[in-house]
C-alpha cells in the first residue's frame, strides 16, 4: 500500500509541536517545583530540623505549613495576576506570603552560618538550634514590621543638583520631580497616591516626570488609585513614559488615561519648554520591552523621540529601564531620568538586579556628556515590603555650566 510521504510529514509535524510543547511545560514545572523547593527548604531546616528537637506535632505542623504554602502559591498567583481578570485578593495573598517566605529564607540562611559558627566556637550547648531558631523568627518579624511600614507610607524625599554644561543660564535652577514605579495595585492605595500628590505639589516643581510602571491592572481597575495624579501641579510641564507593566495592562490606555489626567505622555515624541528665554527639549521612550508586545507604534524609538528637535538644545530623556542610558550616551542626551530596580526593595535582591541593569539606584556618568539618575521607586511591586530599600520622591535640581 502506497504511503504519500507528504501527509505524513504534516502529521508528524504537528506531533513533534505537541511533544515538544509538553517538554517545555514539563521543563517550566521542573523549574517551579525547584524554586518552591529551595525557597522552603532553608526555612524547614533552620527553625525545624536542624537540631531543634522540637516535639513531633510542632515539626510536623510546620512542615505542613510550608506544604500548604509552596502547592497553593502558584495558583494563587495565577489567579491574582491575570491581565484581564485580576483576582485581588488573591494577589494580595500571594505577594504579601511571597514577601514573608523570601524574608525568612534570608533570615534563616543567616541564621544557618550563625549556628554554624556558635557550633564551631564551642558556644551554645544543647539548647544552641533553639535560639537560633527563635532568633530567626525575632528578626524576620522585625524586618517585616519594618518593610511593611517603609512600602506603605508616602516616600521622603531625595534633594540633589544635577549639573548639565549646555543647560541654558535662564534655566538655571528649573526643579524636576520625578516619579517612578508606583504600581497601583491589589492593596487600595487611593489614600497614599493623594498622599504622594500633596508631597509634590509642596515641592513647587517646574516639571513633573512619572517614569513608568503606573498600575499593574487597567486604567479601570486602578482609576480611584490613579485619579490623584491629575492634582499634581508643575509649571512647565508633567510628563509620562510607559514601563514594562503598561504592556501587561493595556498601555495604550495607560497613555490615554494620563494625557486625561492632565499629564503629557511622551510616547516616542518631544516637547520644548522655556524658561529665563531658555529651552529644554523633554523627551521620552517607551520601554524596551514595548515592541515585543506586539502593540503597533509601540518601541523604544529615540530617533523618533528626537525627531526636529534643536541638537544644540539641552535634552531631558524619560527611558523606564537604566539600561536604555547606552543608547541615550550615544545620542549626546545630558540627562536620562528611570525608574524599574526599585532600588532592589528587598535586599539582597540587588546583587540579582545588577546582572540586569547598569546602576540599582542614583546619580552616574555614562559617556562624555550623559548623567543617569535611576530611582529607587516611589512604590513598590508584590510583597508589600521594602527591606533596606526606601522609596522615594526625587527633587533634582538642574544647574547651568561646568563644575561641581
Request: with cysteine.
Amino acid at each position: 500500500m502506497a504511503t504519500d510521504s507528504r501527509s505524513t510529514g504534516r502529521a508528524e509535524a504537528p506531533a513533534r509541536g505537541a511533544t515538544g510543547g509538553r517538554r517545555r511545560a514539563g521543563r517550566r514545572v521542573a523549574v517551579l517545583v525547584g524554586v518552591l523547593v529551595l525557597l522552603c527548604l532553608p526555612p524547614w531546616w533552620t527553625l525545624l530540623a536542624a537540631g531543634t528537637d522540637w516535639p513531633l506535632p510542632v515539626v510536623a505542623a510546620g512542615t505542613a505549613v510550608l506544604l500548604a504554602w509552596a502547592v497553593g502559591f502558584p495558583f494563587l498567583m495565577v489567579r491574582g495576576h491575570r491581565p484581564r481578570s485580576r483576582d485581588d485578593r488573591a494577589a494580595r495573598i500571594a505577594d504579601t506570603s511571597l514577601g514573608v517566605v523570601w524574608v525568612l529564607w534570608t533570615c534563616s540562611v543567616l541564621g544557618a552560618l550563625a549556628d554554624l559558627l556558635l557550633a564551631a566556637a564551642g558556644v551554645g550547648g544543647a539548647g544552641r538550634a533553639r535560639l537560633v531558631a527563635a532568633a530567626v523568627v525575632l528578626l524576620a518579624a522585625g524586618v517585616l514590621a519594618r518593610g511593611h511600614h517603609e512600602a506603605m507610607r508616602v516616600p521622603r524625599v531625595r534633594r540633589l543638583d544635577v549639573r548639565l554644561p549646555r543647560l541654558g543660564a535662564g534655566l538655571d535652577g528649573t526643579r524636576v520631580v520625578l516619579l517612578a514605579d508606583t504600581h497601583y495595585g491589589p492593596i487600595d492605595r487611593a489614600a497614599w497616591s493623594a498622599g504622594v500628590t500633596e508631597a509634590v505639589n509642596a515641592l513647587d516643581a517646574d516639571v513633573v516626570v512619572h517614569a513608568g510602571d503606573i498600575a499593574d491592572g487597567t486604567p479601570v481597575q486602578r482609576r480611584a488609585q490613579a485619579a490623584p495624579l491629575g492634582a499634581v501641579r508643575a509649571r512647565l510641564a508633567r510628563v509620562y513614559v510607559t514601563g514594562n507593566h503598561e504592556y501587561g495592562s493595556e498601555a495604550q490606555g495607560w497613555l490615554d488615561r494620563m494625557a486625561e489626567l492632565g499629564w503629557e505622555a511622551l510616547h516616542n515624541r518631544h516637547l520644548v519648554v522655556e524658561r529665563g528665554g531658555d529651552a529644554l527639549v523633554l523627551a521620552g521612550v517607551d520601554d524596551v520591552t514595548a515592541e515585543s508586545s506586539g502593540l503597533p507604534g509601540h518601541r523604544a524609538d529615540l530617533a523618533g523621540a528626537l525627531a526636529g528637535a534643536d541638537p544644540d538644545l539641552p535634552v531631558l530623556l524619560v527611558a523606564h529601564q537604566p539600561k536604555y542610558v547606552p543608547h541615550a550616551a550615544a545620542a549626546g542626551i545630558d540627562l536620562q531620568l528611570s525608574g524599574h530596580t526599585h532600588g532592589s526593595q528587598i535586599w539582597p535582591f540587588r546583587y540579582l538586579v545588577r546582572l540586569d541593569q547598569p546602576v540599582v539606584r542614583g546619580l552616574s556618568r555614562h559617556g562624555e556628556r550623559t548623567w543617569l539618575y535611576t530611582s529607587g521607586g516611589t512604590g513598590f511591586w508584590g510583597p508589600p515590603f521594602r527591606v533596606f530599600a526606601p522609596s522615594e520622591i526625587t527633587l533634582l535640581t538642574l544647574r547651568a555650566g561646568e563644575g561641581g
